[in-house]
């Protein structure tokens, strides 16, 4: 554990706690995609199906119930909940999201750890659908222009997460003898971190002069 480390995971529960005070409290899904919010708990309950036979610390095993539970509950309340459901947009959160599953798909067969694990086949599609999943939030965005403002803290926090992880492994990979690297994630983490780059650039202006974040469409 070092700090990047923590203060990752700490922006990425952030993120969470941001999106559920929106649509919970708000009562309203407006900007949020539900298509990327169905990736994000794909990529979870993929990725973390070892929680049934391994456990390496109690840390990780916490996170990986609140990373599988809070993205499943975002998921029911944008679909289930009368006020979210009647402020959700389908026409506007409307990215092909098979064009993302099927080359992740195929990527996590042909390029993986161990060909022969059905584990590390599932471990290497969450790996590359994670870093494509937000594109569905980031279309939706850049279709309506102006964004509110939990809605691009959420966008940000997540953002943070993944760049903050990179930091993490920069420092593991300096500091940790027998630190073993993994380029498949590494290049995975640096195309996501890349996807939020123009975001960042929008937002930080935005913050800047006080204004809301407006991106142009």
Not at 60 to 85: C, E, H, P, T
Not at 193 to 208: E, G, N, P, Q, R
Request: glycine residues 6%; proline residues 2%.
């Amino acid at each position: 554990m070092n700090i990047f480390r923590f203060l990752g995971d700490l922006s990425h529960i952030v993120s969470f706690i941001i999106l559920l005070h929106k649509i919970v409290k708000g009562k309203s899904v407006a900007g949020i995609s539900l298509r990327t919010q169905e990736l994000y708990m794909c990529v979870f309950c993929f990725r973390y199906i070892d929680l049934l036979w391994n456990f390496s610390s109690m840390y990780n095993w916490f996170l990986k119930i609140l990373f599988i539970g809070a993205s499943g509950a975002i998921v029911y309340i944008m679909r289930f909940g009368a006020a979210q459901k009647a402020s959700y947009n389908a026409d506007q959160d409307s990215f092909p999201i098979q064009y993302l599953l099927g080359p992740c798909a195929v990527l996590g067969l042909l390029i993986n750890q161990d060909h022969w694990s059905l584990f590390e086949i599932v471990w290497a599609f969450s790996i590359y659908l994670e870093a494509v999943a937000i594109l569905p939030q980031l279309f939706l965005l850049q279709k309506q222009g102006e964004v509110e403002n939990l809605t691009s803290h959420y966008v940000a926090a997540l953002g943070a997460y993944r760049g903050l992880y990179i930091l993490n492994w920069v420092y593991r990979s300096y500091y940790e003898q027998f630190y073993r690297h993994n380029w498949l994630v590494y290049i995975s983490g640096a195309v996501q971190t890349a996807l939020y780059v123009d975001f960042f650039y929008y937002y930080v202006v935005s913050k800047y002069y006080g204004g809301k974040l407006t991106l142009p469409t």
